[in-house]
């Protein structure tokens, strides 16, 4: 069982940055594959990024070079470092965990089993 905690988010002027966190409770929390994902209003949930219980990462393509997502197994905590903020990057962000992935899986909603309750990102033009 996993909890998940998304806290960052707020309101920034487009070409900014944020930094969102998300913390975790559960004793096997390096065991999980976590995701990024986001829903803007009248939008279905989109994925932003994942990072693998490995560390490998994956990425959206409208993200590609602006967000990186990692993660501090110690803390038991993934981030998303996003930069060079965009408006149409405004939504709600969830982070979201699942104990076993496949490739084809990371950025299906339905494949992660747990999830925040989400952070409001804004991007003002």
């Known amino acids: 069982q996993v909890q998940l905690v998304e806290s960052g988010g707020g309101l920034v002027q487009a070409g900014g940055s944020l930094r969102l966190s998300c913390a975790a409770s559960?004793?096997?929390?390096?065991?999980?594959?976590l995701g990024w994902f986001r829903q803007a209003p009248g939008k279905e949930r989109e994925f932003v990024a994942a990072?693998?219980?490995?560390?490998?990462?994956a990425y959206a393509d409208s993200v590609k070079g602006r967000f990186t997502v990692s993660r501090d197994n110690a803390k038991k905590s993934v981030y998303l470092q996003m930069d060079n903020l965009k408006p149409e990057d405004t939504a709600v962000y969830f982070c979201?965990?699942?104990?076993?992935?496949?490739?084809?899986?990371?950025?299906?909603?339905?494949?992660?089993?747990?999830w925040g309750r989400g952070t409001q990102v804004t991007v003002a033009s």
């Open positions: 979201a965990a699942a104990r076993f992935l496949s490739t084809a899986q990371t950025i299906s909603p339905l494949a992660y089993g747990y």
């Open positions: 559960g004793r096997t929390f390096s065991m999980y594959n």
């Open positions: 990072i693998t219980s490995s560390s490998n990462t």
